[in-house]
């Protein structure tokens, strides 16, 4: 097959879709990734190949202008998506007008940067099968241009098919002169200037891929293909001081990239969270950036700082992990028997934490009320409470039961099939 993916020039999005790619792409499949001109180093540094099309477009633009306005939508799921949090919560007007917005937005700007480029070439090189991420609708336009097959990847929870779940619901609702529907009128006006018309799977892929185990995902309709996560965090080198086996029990800690690449940092007392963690006998291992170091200051003995560690590799080291439930970060971790405390804000990680305390994984606290105290108690709670750790166990397992991406392959091969059989 040739396989040409779709991808938002976001990096943190991008690592969801690397491995999948290469086991494509040693099935014997040709693969290409198309994105944004910018965005070919970050492709290319993945040993993938890129195809620049159209302009650069950037989404955080704006919001790098007013950093007010910027940290406003940074607590929890934006809308439309929010309704995913609260299903009966909302109503027609709103969802159907956060709906407009979201198309007038970030994906109608993306889509004019690249969309008249990215069709030309995939009409020439005619992929049988176009893989998107759930943001890129440019991904759905494209295979309905060029007649492939397609298939949405989601990255963490998928808030975007229970959104389109609700909004359809909402809008059977409605009297037929009322029956409003941005984003079908959005796609199908891009289809129609390529000679097609609006079919509901340009919403949501003819499949969609989940890398979440089922107990962590949210409810949907869709036709979903299971498969394990597999971490990538870009070139990575282990240090020497994690060639060893620590002396006492490990706890390692991230808080994510995005707080500081995009937001204006962290929004937790980070200084009296590593002097309370320090009171306990563990050895903790902080991936903290260092803009954010420089303001910590001395740090207790048992404390080590650094600006990144590769996540995979250090988890199987620890006795317990502290993160922001960060989609990518609680995967890697959670394919090893290692409770976690999740210390989550923005867009659907208070989703994601509230998934994995369910299912007795871990433990979550809002980072608006975490503080030194209540999260030593939480690390000493996941160290000595035995069924933290048989509850990662059993998520592990169900994640390791799974087919692997590899097992995934024949599967969307299946589709392309399909789809050729009409």
Same mark, same amino acid.
């Given at each position: 097959m040739r396989v040409l993916f779709t991808v938002n020039p976001e990096k943190n999005i991008f690592m969801y879709l690397v491995p999948m790619a290469w086991a494509l792409r040693t099935a014997g499949h040709e693969v290409?990734?198309?994105?944004?001109?910018?965005?070919?180093?970050?492709?290319?540094?993945?040993?993938?190949?890129?195809?620049?099309?159209?302009?650069?477009?950037?989404?955080?633009?704006?919001?790098?202008?007013?950093?007010?306005?910027?940290?406003?939508?940074r607590p929890g799921l934006t809308p439309p998506w929010d309704v995913a949090e609260d299903p009966e919560g909302t109503t027609w007007e709103r969802t159907s007008q956060s709906h407009k917005a979201a198309v007038e937005g970030a994906h109608g700007g993306e889509a004019a940067a690249v969309i008249d480029d990215l069709v030309a070439f995939a009409r020439y090189w005619k992929p049988d099968l176009v893989v998107w991420d759930s943001f890129s609708y440019i991904g759905s336009i494209t295979a309905k241009a060029c007649g492939a097959a397609h298939a949405r990847v989601v990255f963490g929870?998928?808030?975007?098919?229970?959104?389109?779940?609700?909004?359809?619901?909402?809008?059977?609702?409605?009297?037929?002169?009322?029956?409003?529907?941005?984003?079908?009128?959005?796609?199908?006006?891009?289809?129609?200037?390529?000679?097609?018309?609006?079919?509901?799977?340009?919403?949501t892929g003819h499949?969609?891929?989940?890398?979440?185990p089922r107990s962590l995902q949210l409810d949907t309709s869709l036709d979903v293909l299971q498969t394990q996560f597999i971490g990538y965090g870009g070139p990575a080198v282990v240090p020497d001081w994690l060639k060893t086996a620590p002396e006492r029990p490990r706890v390692g800690m991230t808080l994510g990239l995005t707080a500081t690449e995009v937001f204006n940092g962290y929004n937790i007392p980070l200084g009296e969270i590593l002097e309370s963690l320090a009171e306990l006998d563990i050895e903790l291992v902080a991936t903290i950036a260092e803009s954010e170091q420089e303001k910590l200051g001395k740090v207790p003995d048992n404390v080590r700082l650094v600006s990144y560690v590769p996540w995979h590799a250090?988890?199987?080291?620890?006795?317990?992990?502290?993160?922001?439930?960060?989609?990518?970060?609680?995967?890697?971790?959670?394919?090893?028997? *290692?409770?976690? @405390?999740?210390?989550?804000?923005? $867009?659907?990680?208070?989703?994601? /934490?509230?998934?994995?305390?369910?299912?007795? &994984?871990?433990?979550?606290?809002?980072?608006s009320e975490a503080t030194g105290?209540?999260?030593?108690?939480? *690390?000493?709670? @996941?160290?000595?409470?035995?069924? $933290?750790?048989?509850?990662?166990? /059993?998520?592990?397992?169900?994640?390791?039961? &799974?087919?692997?991406?590899?097992?995934?392959?024949?599967?969307?091969?299946?589709?392309?099939?399909?789809?050729?059989?009409?």
């Open positions: 290409l990734i198309a994105s944004q001109p910018r965005f070919a180093p970050t492709i290319t540094q993945a040993g993938l190949t890129a195809v620049p099309v159209g302009d650069d477009f950037d989404k955080w633009q704006f919001g790098r202008q007013y950093p007010e306005l910027l940290e406003s939508i929870a998928d808030v975007f098919g229970a959104t389109r779940d609700i909004y359809l619901r909402l809008k059977a609702q409605q009297p037929e002169a009322e029956q409003l529907d941005p984003l079908a009128d959005w796609l199908g006006g891009h289809a129609r200037a390529f000679g097609g018309e609006f079919s509901e799977d340009m919403t499949v969609t891929i989940d890398q979440f250090i988890v199987p080291t620890c006795s317990a992990v502290i993160h922001h439930a960060g989609a990518a970060t609680l995967a890697t971790t959670a394919r090893h028997p *290692v409770p976690q @405390l999740s210390l989550h804000y923005h $867009f659907d990680q208070p989703l994601l /934490a509230r998934k994995l305390a369910e299912q007795g &994984a871990g433990l979550e606290i809002h980072t105290q209540n999260i030593k108690e939480s *690390v000493h709670r @996941l160290l000595t409470e035995p069924r $933290f750790t048989e509850r990662a166990t /059993a998520l592990r397992d169900e994640i390791l039961a &799974a087919p692997s991406l590899n097992g995934l392959v024949p599967q969307l091969e299946e589709v392309v099939a399909k789809h050729r059989a009409g």
